[in-house]
């Protein structure tokens, strides 16, 4: 089965990471999945609506009836993920890989998941899988960032934090990843430049960004205040 994925980039509460909407891609051949607008409602419920356990129920609606189709199961992972039940989400994950072998969206969510669980080694071998088969994924860069900034990784962690602002001009949450990995590398003007970037691309980083631990060697700077 081909891939379905379309990526959606949207802002859940770590804005580290993002969450992907998934909506039929094949356009070309007028394919949908089944039960559509069940889809729809689930992907309101994540992502628009955050009412997770609702999402959880309808997903085991789909799922039971569409055993064999990824995408429930993919759905089933993001709502365990969003309600931070990682084991449960990476078991979901794992049964949509089943259904759909390779598909890099997935590996880059199991990777995140791997990520919260503090498995750093294997999430690292799981988003170099991911970036392989799905080069032109700004989300899947942005993990790979993270996950090399855990691991004390920064060359590597720098080059994929500034391949996925190369894909998506706008993606924000690339270049404040950048950033923080700037401050803790000790790089404190870049840091500046790539916040500045940030709030230009979106301003809700703003907030987000006097509240965050990572930040604090450079919250009295000059610099850093004036981009408020």
Partial sequence: MKSIILFL??????????????????????????????????????????????????IDVYISRHPNIHVGWFFQGLAYMAIKEYNKAVISFDTSLKYEPGNPTVLSKKAQAFYFLK????????????????????????????????????????????????????????????????VVWGKKKQAIVELKKCFEKNEAFKAYAQKDDELKPIHYDADFQALY
Wanted: contains cysteine; hydrophobic residues 35%; aromatic residues 10%.
């Fill in 119 to 182: 498995k750093y080694k294997a999430a690292k071998d799981l988003i170099n899988e991911s970036v392989t088969l799905g080069e032109e994924d700004p989300d899947a860069w942005n993990t790979k960032g993270l996950i090399y900034k855990r691991l004390k990784e920064y060359r590597e962690s720098e080059k994929a934090f500034i391949k996925s602002t190369q894909i998506m001009d706008d993606f924000a949450a690339g270049h404040y990843n950048l950033a923080c990995l700037y």
């Fill in 9 to 58: 980039i949207i802002t859940i509460s770590y804005p580290a990471f993002t969450q992907v909407e998934i909506i039929p891609q094949d356009q070309q051949n007028k394919s949908t999945l089944p039960d559509e607008k069940l889809i729809q409602d689930i992907s309101m419920l994540i992502f628009k609506d955050k009412k997770y356990d609702e999402a959880l129920m309808k």
